[in-house]
């Protein structure tokens, strides 16, 4: 890994802020430089939000993600908005739920059930943060097990520790 730079894009209240805020941990873990930023609408919970964040072995100079070498779209209005234009050696990954077009030809094209692992598998769908992120981490492997387990159990509730490493381990197996 030389620098990654990742994008996740949602509804707001999917947690996907938190999300990057967790990935980025889990890079200073691994003794990685990071940069981590986030935008939503005026609207918050149930507009669209996208957080970025970059994972370099060299010091970053700009913070902001400007070539995606990884997008995850939990929302139709986010694959619209995000997962067009990109290169070719970016993985592209998308809720099943999500409506690719036939014509959509991006070669590294991920769909899993991530909304759905959090409903059914895991049991919250406030969890689906954490399912991204086990999935996020198993298709990249930038992080050890322990390094993004650590991460997650700095930034969540007190009380849900057990669901949400239930939600981890579910993201991982999708992949």
Known sequence: MSKM????????GQGLITGTIILAEAGIFENKFVAQSQSYGPEARGG???GEVIISDEK???TKVTKPTFVMALSQPSFN??????????YVLVDETIQVP?????KKLLRLPILKTARETVGK?????IVSVGAINAILDFSSDEN???????HIPKGTEEINLKALDAGKALV
């Open 5 to 12: 730079e990742i994008r996740l894009a949602g509804t707001g």
């Open 48 to 50: 669209m939000c996208k």
């Open 60 to 62: 970053i100079g700009f």
């Open 81 to 90: 908005q995000y997962c067009y234009g990109l290169d070719e050696a970016c």
């Open 102 to 106: 036939e014509d959509y030809s991006h």
């Open 125 to 129: 769908m406030q969890t689906v943060n």
């Open 148 to 154: 993004i387990e650590k991460a997650v159990l700095m």
